[in-house]
C-alpha cells in the first residue's frame, strides 16, 4: 500500500517562497505520476501541478505558472514543490497525490493514493 506525507508547511509572508516535500513509501517513485492539489476553505480541492511517472510531461494550474515547479528526487524517493512569489490565495491545505497509471491529471477522480495534507498560510 502506498504511503505519502507531506512536510514543509507554514506561515509565510507574500513573495516569499516555501518548498513542500512528499515522501512516499510502499512503491517506487518512478512507477507513478505524483502531483499536488490545494484546499482553502470552503472551497473545493483543486489542482496545483502533477508530473508523469516518467518525469517527461508536467502539467500545471493557469494560478501557479510560472511561480510553482513540481521536481522528484527517487534516490530519496520524495516529491517536491517548490512555490515562489506567493500571495494570499495560495492559502490551502496542500495534498500531495499518486497514481498509476495517471490518466486525467487535472481530476480529481484519478488519482489514487492521497497524503494527509500540510497547512500553507501566505500573510499579506
Known amino acids: 500500500q502506498v504511503q505519502l506525507v507531506e512536510s514543509g508547511g507554514g506561515l509565510v509572508q507574500a513573495g516569499g517562497s516555501l518548498t513542500l516535500s512528499c515522501g512516499v513509501s510502499?512503491?517506487?517513485?518512478?512507477?507513478?505520476?505524483m502531483g499536488w492539489f490545494r484546499q482553502a476553505p470552503g472551497k473545493e480541492r483543486e489542482f496545483v501541478l502533477a508530473i508523469t511517472s516518467s518525469g517527461s510531461s508536467t502539467y500545471y494550474a493557469d494560478s501557479v505558472k510560472g511561480r510553482f515547479t513540481i521536481s522528484r528526487d527517487k534516490a530519496r524517493n520524495t516529491v517536491y514543490l517548490q512555490m515562489n512569489s506567493l500571495t494570499p490565495e495560495d492559502t490551502a491545505v496542500y495534498y500531495c497525490a499518486a497514481a498509476s497509471p495517471l490518466s486525467i491529471p487535472q481530476l480529481r477522480d484519478s488519482w489514487h493514493y492521497w497524503g494527509q495534507g500540510t497547512q500553507v498560510t501566505v500573510s499579506s
Open positions: 510502499g512503491g517506487t517513485l518512478s512507477n507513478y505520476g
